[in-house]
């Protein structure tokens, strides 16, 4: 992988990394132990049910399935961050074999091998 390409890489990576945290902090809050669900208000009124309190659990569930999906995605932008320094970029992690550039070029941060994803 050329210099040049590894750049690009490099900023297209960080720049995901910085849209996913913003995206995580639309969904959730940032705490010491990583990102917590935003707390919903389910509300107190016990007299009339007018079905908001499975609204907010509904939006409860997607929230909290919106913030696995990020930071799942984080995970592997970090660790592909991390590689890069590393040198140890563009391995498969199961089995240790090259990743192909133009599969590292649709997804940098890209895991396994196309062998391994199946």
Known sequence: ??????????????????????????????????FEPKPTDFGSDT???????????????NSLSVKTVLESRL???????RKIESNT???CE????PIEERDLEIDPARPHCKKCSE
Do not use: F, P, Q, W
């Not at 750049?7 to 969904?27: F, H, T, W």
């Not at 009339?48 to 907010?56: H, N, V, W």
């Open 1 to 34: 992988m050329t210099n040049e390409m590894n750049s690009e890489l490099i900023n297209r990576l960080k720049n995901e990394e910085e849209e996913l945290v913003k995206e995580l902090g639309e969904v959730s809050v940032k705490t010491e132990a990583g």
């Open 47 to 61: 007299e009339s049910y007018d079905g908001e309190e499975a609204d907010e659990a509904e939006e409860l569930g």
């Open 75 to 81: 995970r592997h932008v970090r660790s592909a961050l």
């Open 89 to 91: 970029y563009g391995t």
């Open 94 to 97: 199961h089995c240790g074999t």
